[in-house]
């Protein structure tokens, strides 16, 4: 049998007053995430709120920051992928909507790796398929469904 080969993760950070989760937790959420050996290398960027409003608007047109920006790049059969994270709006994230930081971490983690991978939320089909994934992954770690709020 073939041993599946690791993701080379990279992480760039360009902000540090703000948590994140530590390399252990990111590569297990990576791991859980992806699809056999599909991606083999991700680079996390961790930016701030101005950068990350900076890229939003470059690329997807909106003049607002983001929680998580995912940039695929496809070579044959292999994934290689930017994943560029705002930790202030994460962060901020959890607490409005009464989430642990990990939880709010892990899902967009799993959030951004699925996109890599090719799912997206284009439409409400697109979407309820992307997000049934997304609850799979983050209940098989006993955390909840993000979707649903108290």
């Known amino acids: 049998m073939k ?3 690791p993701t080379k993760i990279n992480y760039i950070t360009y902000i540090s007053k703000h948590y994140v989760p530590s390399p252990r ?3 297990k959420w990576i ?3 992806k699809a056999k050996s599909l991606v ?3 680079n996390l960027i ?3 709120e101005k950068r990350m409003q900076t890229l939003n608007k470059k690329y997807l047109r909106k003049d ?3 929680n998580v920006l995912t940039f695929t790049y496809k070579e044959k059969e292999i994934i290689y992928g930017d994943i560029i994270l705002c930790p202030k709006i994460i962060n901020d994230e ?4 009464g989430f642990s930081s990990n939880f709010r971490w892990a899902h967009m983690i799993i959030h951004a790796m699925l996109h ?3 799912y997206n939320h284009d439409s409400k089909k697109s979407r309820t398929y992307m997000e049934n994934v997304e609850v799979k992954l983050l209940t098989s770690m006993n955390f909840g469904n993000p979707y649903v709020r108290n």
């Open 31 to 33: 791991n859980l995430s």
């Open 3 to 5: 041993k599946e080969k």
């Open 64 to 66: 607002k920051p983001t």
């Open 46 to 48: 961790y930016v701030g």
């Open 40 to 42: 083999n290398h991700v």
């Open 116 to 118: 890599l991978q090719g």
């Open 25 to 27: 937790n990111v590569k």
């Open 94 to 97: 959890a607490k409005k909507f």
